[in-house]
């Protein structure tokens, strides 16, 4: 097997787990999947299937930490890979719905795309109650509009 075969099938265990895990060890696969993300050498198509799964994950009735695990993840993505905005889009329908603490990761992959279809899902943010996701709502802007 070559590193790409190694890695792929490295993410294709973490699934696996991930799907018969309690929630503590769903988290540590989820960082295992980010773990190999963060290498930079997965081909498109599976970085693209990993992020529409960890969105998934993100999106769902898992724990705060499984969730932000999840986020966690697709940040770690969207600094490695180019992601397009319609790999990412379920997580600018579903913002609303995440706690102030897990928004700054959901802007930053959103403003990560540079596509103009993420800014006035970001713009919403500009006026949250939270300093924090109003300050990254700021530079998640600055981001969309510098490309």
């Not at 790409?4 to 060890?25: I, K």
Request: hydrophobic share 40%; charged share 25%.
């Amino acid at each position: 097997m070559d590193g790409c075969q190694d890695l792929t099938a490295l993410l294709e265990s973490a699934w696996e787990e991930l799907e018969g895990s309690d929630s503590d060890r769903r988290h540590l696969c989820l960082d295992a999947v980010g773990d190999v993300l963060e290498t930079g050498r997965l081909p498109r198509e599976d970085v693209e299937r990993a992020v529409e799964r960890l969105i998934a994950v993100a999106l769902s009735g898992e724990s705060h930490d499984v969730r932000e695990s999840a986020l966690h993840a697709v940040c770690t993505a969207s600094t490695h890979y180019a992601l397009p905005y319609r790999v990412v889009e379920p997580l600018a329908a579903g913002a609303e719905c995440f706690a102030p603490l897990l928004l700054p990761y959901v802007l930053a992959v959103l403003s990560s795309t540079h596509d103009q279809a993420a800014l006035p899902i970001v713009e919403r943010f500009l006026h949250h109650p939270h300093s924090e996701v109003r300050k990254e709502a700021s530079e998640a802007v600055t981001e969309l509009h510098g490309r």
